[in-house]
């Protein structure tokens, strides 16, 4: 478990984080969703004690990451993928980390193994390519086997075999019971792996909720009907409590109304319907609207 309790970070004039609460839970990856510059990066760096809180806490496992006895064994993260030394080897890299954290040896080649990089292991870790070193970043976050996980948009630069192996690998961490926070800045990409969101902009928390529910509490969601008369069903519907925009000449956008109910006010007063078709707001547009007002002033200063 990650607790996050009024979590703010300053950096000059700029509120990075703001007053961020949310708990990430384990058993189901939790996706970290922001536009570029919502301070996603700022937070994951306070949780793994790499920048201090300018307020508020960052726990795992009900302590603060300074206070962890044996870090990489309560939590592991892939925040930098190129941050290993350049001409140390795969294998070499992964033995110093597992010195200075009591790791056995043979823990080292398990996690060589499980990212796929056997075949490479004594080649130097600044001749790898994105992709591997995004691989190599995962075993080193897994060689403590951590019960809490924290990935940086894994999925940077990868092909994408690889992007449906950080997928799956994921996917399997959580369902193993271990707490999985994952950052990206595409919901499509969240879509596909996360059950629960965490939404950001600007530092300050836009959403913390499931996925289904996520698209569910939309109330956009619109019926696009397509009838010779439009106007008398538009007339009916408003008076049924719907609303209703004429988009063509024979066509309405209906919104707080479902199908069903359409399809009963157009035969109860004996109008024929051509078409009657459900438009669910898509995650990316719910996505897209919440965090609209972040992106459009977030401007000059989001960016590094
Ligand atoms: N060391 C720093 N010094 C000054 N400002 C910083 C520093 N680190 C981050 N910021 C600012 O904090 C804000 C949040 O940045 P952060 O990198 O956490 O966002 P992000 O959501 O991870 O974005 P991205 O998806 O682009 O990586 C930005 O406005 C950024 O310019």
């Not at 949310?22 to 996706?31: E, L, N, Q, S």
């Not at 970043?137 to 019960?147: K, S, T, V």
Request: charged share 25%; net charge neutral; proline share 5%.
């Amino acid at each position: 478990m990650i607790q996050l309790r009024q979590l703010t970070k300053r950096y000059g004039r700029t509120e990075a984080v703001s007053d961020l609460s949310f708990d990430v839970r384990p058993g189901v990856v939790t996706g970290f969703l922001g536009p570029n510059g919502a301070g996603k990066t700022t937070t994951m760096r306070m949780i793994l004690g790499l920048d201090a809180p300018t307020s508020g806490t960052a726990t795992v496992r009900g302590r603060r990451y300074a206070d962890l006895p044996w870090p990489m064994r309560e939590v592991g993260a892939l925040l930098d993928a190129r941050a290993a030394h350049p001409r140390r080897s795969v294998r070499g890299h992964l033995l110093c980390l597992a010195r200075s954290n009591r790791i056995a040896r043979a823990r080292v080649e398990e996690v060589i193994g499980l990212v796929g990089l056997s075949r490479i292991a004594d080649r130097p870790a600044g001749a790898l390519s994105l992709g591997m070193s995004q691989r190599l970043g995962i075993a080193a976050a897994l060689l403590g086997d951590p019960p809490v996980l924290v990935f940086d948009e894994p999925v940077n630069g990868l092909d994408p075999e690889g992007v449906r192996w950080i997928r799956a690998l994921m996917r399997g961490l959580a369902a193993e019971g271990r707490t999985v926070l994952v950052s990206s800045h595409l919901m499509s990409e969240m879509a596909l792996t996360a059950e629960h969101l965490v939404v950001i902009g600007r530092g300050r928390l836009l959403a913390d909720t499931g996925l289904d529910a996520f698209v569910r509490s939309d109330p956009r969601d619109t019926v696009l009907v397509r009838t010779a008369d439009a106007e008398e069903l538009a007339h009916r519907l408003r008076d049924a409590g719907a609303a209703v925009r004429r988009d063509t000449e024979d066509t309405l956008v209906v919104t707080g109304m479902a199908g069903p109910e359409i399809g009963k006010v157009a035969m109860v007063h004996g109008v024929v319907l051509h078409e009657l078709t459900p438009h669910r707001t898509s995650l990316e547009e719910a996505y897209l609207e919440l965090t609209r007002t972040s992106v459009e002033f977030g401007g000059p200063e989001g960016e590094r």
